[in-house]
């Protein structure tokens, strides 16, 4: 990859590191909508930056899962529980955006904060072995 790729793929990452601070933050003080949020969109950085490392992008959100299924998930160079995964925090980001009546509980929030930091990391792992040696 050239130089401004890499560093598109390290910007993508921190956002989802940021994001992952932001939803921890938001759980503590017990906003549980925004903080389900941010946990989607911790994930969803972390996707769009492993999917660029070949070139891969979509300007949608359900063009990146499919591109994820595609090219990581149905391959298996990533365990397929992190596809599901994925699928849980975008399912639960859609019902606390746009759903009426919906209540999350902080416990619920936790594990799935819990999850998408593993989820995260899992696919900073990823992306450190499709990058070795790039600057």
Request: aromatic share 10%; with cysteine; hydrophobic share 40%.
């Amino acid at each position: 990859m050239r130089p401004e790729e890499v560093e598109l793929v390290r910007y993508r990452m921190a956002r989802a590191k940021e994001s992952i601070e932001e939803a921890r933050l938001l759980l503590a003080s017990d906003h549980l909508h925004t903080a389900a949020n941010r946990i989607y969109y911790a994930c969803f950085y972390a996707v769009s930056a492993l999917l660029f490392t070949e070139r891969l992008s979509s300007s949608k959100h359900s063009g990146v899962r499919a591109l994820f299924d595609q090219h990581w998930i149905k391959t298996g160079r990533v365990p397929k529980h992190l596809g599901r995964s994925y699928r849980r925090f975008y399912d639960m980001r859609q019902k606390g955006d746009y759903a009426d009546l919906v209540v999350f509980e902080a416990a619920e929030i936790q594990q799935h904060l819990d999850d998408a930091t593993a989820f995260v990391d899992a696919i900073a792992e990823k992306i450190q072995e499709s990058t070795a040696g790039e600057s």
